[in-house]
């Protein structure tokens, strides 16, 4: 039995340029999950140019994608579902997992919504033959009636509430890793290490993935897939690398036992992490330690620049500390990219406030999204009825989804002005010329 796996894609702005360009890692995890249960797969995403191999009829495709994604995979179930008549399509993943509703279509056979991978390992043993029965929990499954209708057997939801024993394959890794990029920073595989997150922050998606049932990191752990996978930098997905002193303690320690066991030289290592600001303050004491154990980059959500838009945000952080958090890591030669966060009801005065502080700061690597209520969240319903557009490709954080304050041209005009240091800061010119 032969499966197919792909990362559906739509083309959204940000892949004009791809300034971010990592391996589906998701995709190595199902690999790894499928070779475990004796079944061949291949991956597919257009982004690397993975194709179809010619010659083979898979009895079963995965889709997967992001919210941007949503209409892309369905038509793609669709055309798989015309190719292939006989192959059962899957689909799962981040979006599916808060949004299977919409995922309950004639061409497709299985949603599945939990991040536990025996789920979907169950599935594929059912295909198989090698299972008479699905479990209940994680899937819904289309069951075709005689007079040609679909029902749909809806299972429960459920959690992850430890680490997985499954580690990803790591020949995609190696296949692409010539092709990918952090900005400037090329040849970066993606790692991950915890499941969740523990802050609640109002406006994100990620806090309400596997329920909000949050799985602590295993550093031990994290650092061997690292050692797995040859890059130059790795990228730690996770939303937060290090949530407490405790656990950077923790991280340092197995990093002391890496070397030791494995001797200096063998040892070197280049993490891209997330952070808070609030973690990196309290905790500055250890950035030195952090950058000698392979801190490399810090992404840190700073969202907004007062305080008042904080609390509503439930973001737990203080602006007051930002120029600080910046100062800190500069000291310490930690790369930081900043992530920034406007509103549709920014005024003129809220724009240039942004812009001060960037300038201020001397922030040049940094992003800046249009606040959007994903799908699947609190704040979408909330909001449904004020949403200007409901085309997931609007949803990619660079589109206006709520009607602005200020007329729309103004505010994009404002969006974009606010880019101009990014533009022309050294590292994305090294990433353009790159590019180019
Ligand atoms: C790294 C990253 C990226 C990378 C791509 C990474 C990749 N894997 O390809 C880049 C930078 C390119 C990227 C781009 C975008 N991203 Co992004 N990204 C992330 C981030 C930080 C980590 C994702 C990741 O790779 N995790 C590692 C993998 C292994 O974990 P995982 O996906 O959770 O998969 C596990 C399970 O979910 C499960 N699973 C996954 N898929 C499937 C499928 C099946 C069938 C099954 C059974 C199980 C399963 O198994 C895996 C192992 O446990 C997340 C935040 C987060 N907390 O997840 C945002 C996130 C996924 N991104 C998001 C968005 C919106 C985008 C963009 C659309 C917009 C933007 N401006 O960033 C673009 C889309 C680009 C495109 N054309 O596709 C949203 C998605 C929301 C949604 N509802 O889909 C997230 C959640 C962030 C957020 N703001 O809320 N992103
Ligand atoms: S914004 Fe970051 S810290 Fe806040 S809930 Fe989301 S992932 Fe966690």
Known sequence: MTIFLKKVRARTLFSLLDP???????????????????????????????????????????????????????????????????????????????????????????????????????????????????????????????????????????????????????????????????????????????????????????????????????????????????????????????????????????????????????????????LRADFIIKESDLLGQLKVCGLDEVIVGFEATGNAELEEYHKQTNALNYPKVIELLRDHEIDLTALFMVRPDYGLADFLRLNQFIKENLLDTYTISIFTPLKGTRSYEDLRSELVTEDPKKFDFLHLVLEPRLPRVVFYGLFYWLHWRLLKSKRMRSFVRQFF
């Open 20 to 274: 971010v360009r990592v391996e589906p890692l998701e995709l190595c995890y199902l690999q790894a999950a499928s070779d475990q249960v004796g079944i061949e797969s291949v991956i597919l995403d257009n982004l690397f140019g993975l194709l179809e191999p010619p010659g083979i009829q898979p009895q079963a495709v995965v889709l997967t994608g992001y919210n941007t994604a949503e209409r892309e995979i369905l038509k793609e179930a669709k055309a798989y579902k015309k190719v292939y008549p006989d192959a059962k399509i899957i689909v799962g993943g981040l979006h599916v997992e808060l949004n299977r509703e919409a995922f309950r279509k004639h061409e497709i056979d299985f949603v599945l919504h939990s991040q536990d991978l025996t789920v979907f390992q169950s599935v594929l043993r059912f295909l198989q033959g090698d299972l008479l029965e699905l479990p209940l929990a994680g899937l819904d499954r289309r069951i075709a009636s005689e007079d040609g209708s679909d029902l749909w057997r809806v299972g429960t939801r459920l959690s992850v509430e430890a680490l997985q024993r499954i580690k990803p394959t790591k020949t995609l890794s190696n296949l692409v890793s010539e092709r990918t990029r952090y900005l400037d920073k090329t040849t970066v595989a993606l790692v991950k290490s915890r499941i969740g997150c523990p802050y609640q922050c109002d406006f994100c998606y990620c806090k309400r993935m596997n329920d909000g049932v949050h799985v602590k990191s295993d550093y031990q752990e994290l650092l061997r897939d690292v050692r797995r996978i040859r890059a130059n930098y790795h990228w730690l997905v996770d939303d937060v690398f290090l949530t407490s002193r405790q656990d950077a303690l923790d991280y340092l320690q197995a990093y002391e036992g890496m070397t030791g066991s494995e001797g200096e030289g063998e040892t070197k290592l280049s993490l891209i992490a997330y």
